[in-house]
């Protein structure tokens, strides 16, 4: 990473170091528990003030129990759903280093080609199992290290797929509590939202995202549409091309209400690393009055290699 930043010339290259193991007691119960670090060297500036094991992470810590039709995950885990417009990072400030929740979950699986997800997350911007000689705020907001505070919420997640060629998921969603920032002014924030993922046929599919916010003066709403054409042809290479658009609502200044998208646990860079910056005057990857047509095109020219192209 180089150029000219907001704290000035930065040019440093970033580490990311993780190790992880998994005890399986039987079938039935597991344990899973993964470390992680990010350490830096700097070109520029040349100094040598950041401590190369500021801070050593828990990152995932969590058990699983299952019994009949229920699975149950209590811990910190990584959460990630549909194409991660509301619920995929649960630590927005220190990046890709880290995307957890302090959380659980239980999963219900007794009806056919469905599952339901009961959610509960509670994370702390200051992470009380670090082990640390310096501390960072990982929910992000102004504030920076006397920032004490946590985000909380929860709720139901379906995911169905008893249709064949349409696929579908519907989720409520509560934010009862995000950091006491005057503009959000706490109120509880529920999402009700469907999503739908129809296969038109072996060349054409697509995806469509709608999604409501209310609460007290709240109202706000998302659309996030795409249709996919897999290229004959490019079939071994995964040849793909997309036209979509996504649209988030922005507040009116002279309305009384909150019109304004609130992306919940979606903080991330969801288009471009440099895109999440584009619009964070409330803090990066916290968008909101969006309008964004695109296209896009995907290859893999090699097994492991793919490579993504978005013009918007």
Known sequence: MGGEARGGVNHFQRYRTRLWGEYHHNDDFMVRARLTNEFRTYVQPNNNVYNSLDEVVIDNLFFDWKWKDLTLRVGRQD????????????TPKDGSRTIYFDAVKLTYSGIPDTDVDFLLMYTQAKDPMVIHSEERDIVGFAGGDDYDGFEAGGGVYIKNKSLKK??????????????????????DRHTIGLRLMPKFSALFDGNLEAAYQLGNDISAFMIDAKANMNIPGLAERKGRLGVGWYYLSGDDPDSKKDEGWNPLWARWPQYSELYVYAYDTDGAGRWSNINMPYVDFSIAPMKKLQTDLLLG
């Open 166 to 187: 349409l696929p579908f998921e519907a989720y409520y969603l509560v934010k009862t509590h995000e950091q006491d920032v005057a503009f959000l002014n706490n109120n």
């Open 79 to 90: 959460l990630i759903y549909g194409t991660g417009k509301l619920i995929l990072d649960g």
